[in-house]
C-alpha cells in the first residue's frame, strides 16, 4: 500500500455539493484502490475460516484505522469543512447473529494484523440479522437493507462463480471479495445466490426460521451452498497449482470449522475426493482428517445441529450417501479401537435418523477446542467424553479474544490517548504493555478516571440522540449488551432491578449511588421466551423511569437495533458489566472482554471467560457471585422454584409482578411465569434464575457501595483494563496459528 499516495488521492477529491453517501462512496473506493493492488502471498500453508456469519461492523473507520491514516484523514476533510463523524450513519453489515459472527471478524482482522495467510468464507446476505424496533415495549423486525449506502469494501468476482449442485435445482455462488488490511492481505469471500428467485433465498436472510420442514431445508441449502463453494474452489486451486497429489493437501491448506454450520464442508469434500478425483474413500478421509479442525461454541442442543437423514437426502443425496459412508467408516474404527457399544452411539455421525454433525466434525477433524478453560473441560468430560477418551490429544483450549484495534483503538481514543502518555505508542502493536501501568498511583487513576468520565458523556449523548433519553448525571453506567437468550439470563436482571426499585421505594436504601441499567440485544424472531423477556424489561422501564419517587436514583434503558457501532459506544462508556449466565452454559462470551478492556468492572457468575477475568484481573477487583458448576450440577434434582420463591418473600414479591397486576397483563407475562414455575419445553426455572437472585442483588449494591469511593473504584477499572492483553484476539490467533494450523 502506497500511503503517500493514497492521502494524495483523498486530499484531491471535493467535498462542496455532495451528499453523504456520495463522500463515503468516494472516501471508500479511493482506499479500495489501494487495498485491492496485487499482493503475491508467500508460499506455504494457509488457513481458511468457514463461517456462516460475520458480524464485521462499519468498515469505514475500521480500515482508514488499518491502512494507518485516520487521523489523517479526519485532519485533510476537516480542512474541507467535512467532520468524518457524519458516517456514523452507514449502516453496518449485519452478518452475523452475536458472538460466533462477532468472533470471526475479530479473528480475520488478528490474523491480518499479525501477518498469518487467514481467509474467511461464508455468505453474502442480502439483508442483515433484521433491524429492531419497539412499539408499546415489544420487539419488531424489519428488514436490514445494509446495502443501501452501496457496498465500497467488496469486489464482485463474476468470473470466479461456482456451480452448488441440488437435487432440484442449480445454484451459482457468486463471490465478492473484502479486503482484510495489516501485515498481510487477507481476504473474507462471501458467497451470494444467483439463477433463479429460489436460488437467491440461499443468501436472502442470515438463520431463516427451521420451525418447518420448508425453513429446515433452507438452512441445509444455505450451510451446503457457502461449503461446497469455498471447498471447491480450494481443491481446484489445489490442483490447478499441485496436480492431483493430493497427500500434500494438508501441508498447503488448513480448514477451521466455525461451529457447526460449516460441517457441510466436511461431506463436500470426501465427496470431490471420491467421486471426482477417484481416492479411495478411506484416503480421502485420512486426508480430511489432516486437513479439518472444529471449533465448538456452546454446549446448547440448538447449535449442535442435527439434520434428519431424509431431509438430507431429499435435496443432497450424494451428501447424505457419504455421510452415511462415513458412519460405517468411523464404526469399523472404532470396533478395531475396542469402543464400547455406548462409546460408539455416542459418536456416531448417524443415529435415529439424524446425521449429527458436531459428531462429523469432531470425529474428522485433527483438533476439536474449546473458547475458555471451563468450556474446554465441559467438551472433554461431557459433551465429547467419548471421543476425547479415544483421541485425547486432539482437544484442546483457545480462550477467545477480541480485537483491541475495534474495541480499544477505534473505540476509545481517549484510553488509548491515556496509554500512549505513558507508555508511548509501542503498546498498539504489543497489548502487554499496559500491564506495566501503575494502577495505584493518583495522578494516573485521576486521568483515568477523567477519561471515563468523557466516554460516558458521549455515549449518554449518543443515547440521547438515537433514543431520544437523557441518562441520569453522574450515576453508575451498568450495561448487559448481548444476544437475548435464557441461560444470559437478562430475566434475572429485570428481577434483580425490581427488587432495588422496591426497596428503594420502601427507603432501605437511604444511601444509593444513582445507576442506570442500559440493556442492548436482539431475540431471534420466533424464540417467544426471549421476546418475552424484552417486553417485560421495556415494561419495568415504563415503571422505574415514570416514578417521581426513585427516577433520579435508578433507570432502566433498553436501547433499540443493538449493533456493533451501538456496542463501540457502549462498552467504552460503561462502568460494569453484566454477564450472569448460568455457570456451565457460557462457553466464553466476548462482550465481557470488550468491557474489561475499557475498564468495566465484572459483575458475574463463575462461567466462560469471567473464571479467567477474574484470574487475570483479581477477583478483589469484580464482583463474583452465584452458584458453581458443580453445585448447579447438584441441584438438578430437588429444586423446585415454587417453594424457593415461597420461603423468601423478597423474592415472591418481585415474582409476583408477573401476575399481580403491576403490568397489564399480557402473553408475554404468562410466558414468563410458565418459564419460571411451570414445566415447558425445560423444568420450571431450567436456568436457576430465582436461585441466584438474592447474591446476584447483593453484589449490584456492593458495586453500588464501592463506587461512592471514586479512587478504590476508578483502581478496580483500571486493574481490568490493564490486565485485559490476555483477551486480544492477537493472542488467540497466534494460539490457532501455533497449535492447530501450525502457519
Given at each position: ?27 471508500s473506493?479511493?482506499c479500495m ?20 456469519e460475520y ?22 476533510f ?29 479473528y ?11 481467509d ?28 443501501k ?38 481476504i ?9 428467485a ?12 427451521d ?31 499441485y496436480?492431483r ?12 470449522l ?36 472444529y ?103 483457545v ?25 508511548g ?15 495505584s498511583d ?8 477523567a ?29 448487559q449488551?448481548?444476544r ?20 428503594l421505594?420502601?427507603?432501605?436504601l ?30 419495568i ?13 435508578l ?38 472482554m470488550?468491557?474489561m ?64 397486576g ?82
Amino acid at each position: 500500500m502506497n500511503r503517500e499516495k493514497l492521502l494524495a488521492a483523498l486530499r484531491g477529491i471535493e467535498v462542496a455539493g455532495k451528499s453523504v453517501k456520495e463522500l463515503y462512496g468516494e472516501i471508500s473506493s479511493a482506499c479500495m484502490r489501494e487495498l485491492m493492488q496485487p499482493v503475491r502471498r508467500t508460499q506455504g500453508k494457509s488457513a481458511y475460516y468457514f463461517s456462516v456469519e460475520y458480524l464485521m461492523g462499519r468498515m469505514f473507520y475500521n480500515n482508514l484505522l488499518a491502512l494507518g491514516i485516520l487521523d489523517e484523514a479526519r485532519e485533510i476533510f476537516a480542512q474541507k469543512g467535512l467532520d468524518l463523524n457524519v458516517f456514523e450513519d452507514v449502516e453496518d453489515a449485519a452478518l452475523g447473529n452475536g458472538g460466533l459472527g462477532r468472533l470471526a471478524a475479530c479473528y480475520l482482522d488478528s490474523a491480518a494484523s499479525l501477518g498469518y495467510p487467514l481467509d474467511g468464507y461464508g455468505i453474502r446476505y442480502k439483508y442483515g440479522l433484521f433491524r429492531q424496533r419497539f412499539k408499546e415495549g415489544r420487539q419488531t423486525e424489519e428488514p436490514d437493507d445494509w446495502q443501501k449506502w452501496g457496498d465500497p469494501w467488496s469486489v464482485r468476482r463474476p468470473n470466479e462463480t461456482r456451480r452448488v449442485e441440488f437435487a432440484d435445482m442449480t445454484v451459482f455462488a457468486v463471490p465478492y471479495d473484502m479486503p482484510i488490511y495489516g501485515k498481510s492481505l487477507n481476504i473474507l469471500r462471501l458467497y451470494q445466490a444467483e439463477g433463479s428467485a429460489e436460488a437467491e433465498k440461499l443468501s436472502e436472510y442470515l438463520y431463516p426460521a427451521d420451525d418447518t420442514e420448508e425453513g429446515k431445508l433452507l438452512r441445509i441449502r444455505q450451510e451446503y451452498f457457502f461449503s461446497a463453494a469455498a471447498v471447491g474452489e480450494r481443491v481446484e486451486r489445489f490442483v490447478a497449482q499441485y496436480g492431483r497429489d493430493f497427500a500434500k493437501f494438508p501441508s498447503v491448506n488448513v480448514f477451521q470449522l466455525n461451529d457447526t454450520h460449516a460441517v457441510f464442508a466436511v461431506a463436500e469434500f470426501l465427496r470431490l475426493l471420491t467421486s471426482e478425483y477417484r481416492l479411495s474413500f478411506g484416503r480421502a478421509v485420512e486426508i480430511a482428517k489432516e486437513t479439518f479442525n472444529y471449533t465448538n461454541h456452546t454446549i446448547l442442543p440448538e447449535a449442535l445441529e442435527c439434520w434428519d437423514e431424509k431431509l438430507v437426502e431429499k435435496i443432497l443425496p450424494e451428501i447424505a450417501h457419504i455421510l452415511k459412508r462415513l458412519q460405517i467408516y468411523a464404526s469399523a474404527e472404532w470396533r478395531e479401537r475396542g469402543c464400547t457399544a455406548e462409546e460408539r452411539r455416542a459418536m456416531s455421525v448417524l443415529t435415529g435418523g439424524r446425521f449429527c454433525m458436531a459428531n462429523v466434525a469432531v470425529y474428522v477433524s485433527g483438533h476439536v477446542n474449546g473458547v475458555a478453560e471451563i468450556h474446554s473441560r465441559i467438551l472433554k468430560e461431557k459433551l465429547f467424553s467419548a471421543a476425547y477418551r479415544l483421541d485425547p490429544q486432539k482437544f484442546l483450549n483457545v480462550t477467545n479474544g477480541v480485537t483491541h484495534r475495534r474495541w480499544l483503538l477505534l473505540c476509545n481514543g481517549e484510553l488509548s490517548g491515556f496509554y500512549d502518555a505513558r507508555l508511548g505508542r509501542g503498546w498498539r502493536n504489543d497489548l502487554s504493555q499496559i500491564e506495566r501501568i501503575d494502577c495505584s498511583d493518583g495522578k494516573t487513576l485521576g486521568a483515568f478516571s477523567a477519561v471515563k468520565a468523557e466516554k460516558k458523556r458521549q455515549l449518554a449523548a449518543y443515547i440521547e440522540k438515537r433514543e431520544g433519553v437523557k441518562l441520569l448525571e453522574d450515576a453508575i453506567y451498568i450495561a448487559q449488551v448481548k444476544r437475548l437468550h435464557e441461560y444470559k439470563r437478562q430475566l434475572m436482571t429485570a428481577f434483580a432491578i425490581l427488587r432495588i426499585y422496591f426497596d428503594l421505594k420502601e427507603g432501605r436504601l437511604p444511601d444509593f449511588t444513582p445507576t442506570v441499567f442500559l440493556f442492548g440485544a436482539k431475540a431471534a424472531g420466533g424464540y417467544k421466551r426471549a421476546k418475552a423477556t424484552i417486553k417485560y424489561l421495556n415494561d419495568i422501564a415504563a415503571l422505574v423511569n415514570g416514578d417521581g419517587a426513585v427516577n433520579r436514583k435508578l433507570q432502566v434503558v433498553f436501547v433499540q437495533n443493538y449493533d456493533v457501532s451501538y456496542a463501540e459506544k457502549i462498552v467504552a462508556g460503561s462502568d460494569v458489566s453484566l454477564q450472569v449466565s448460568t455457570a456451565g452454559f457460557e462457553a466464553s462470551g466476548t462482550g465481557n472482554m470488550k468491557l474489561m478492556m475499557n475498564g468495566a468492572v465484572t459483575v458475574g457468575t463463575m462461567d466462560g471467560a469471567n473464571i479467567e477475568i477474574v484470574e487475570k484481573a483479581g477477583r478483589e477487583n469484580n464482583y463474583i457471585f452465584g452458584a458453581t458448576e458443580e453445585e448447579i450440577a447438584s441441584l438438578e434434582k430437588g429444586y423446585d422454584p415454587v417453594l424457593f420463591a415461597e420461603k423468601d418473600p423478597r423474592i415472591k414479591e418481585v415474582t409476583d409482578t408477573l401476575t399481580d397486576g403491576t403490568f397489564p397483563a399480557s402473553a408475554e407475562l404468562e410466558e414468563l411465569y410458565a418459564a419460571t414455575f411451570e414445566r415447558t419445553y425445560n423444568r420450571p426455572d431450567h436456568y436457576y434464575v430465582l436461585y441466584d437472585l438474592m447474591p446476584y442483588v447483593s453484589a449490584l449494591l456492593a458495586v453500588n457501595r464501592d463506587y461512592k469511593n471514586g479512587a478504590l473504584f476508578a483502581r478496580k477499572q483500571l486493574e481490568n483494563a490493564t490486565h485485559s492483553a490476555f483477551f486480544s484476539s492477537d493472542r488467540a490467533i497466534a494460539s490457532y496459528a501455533a497449535k492447530i494450523w501450525k502457519i
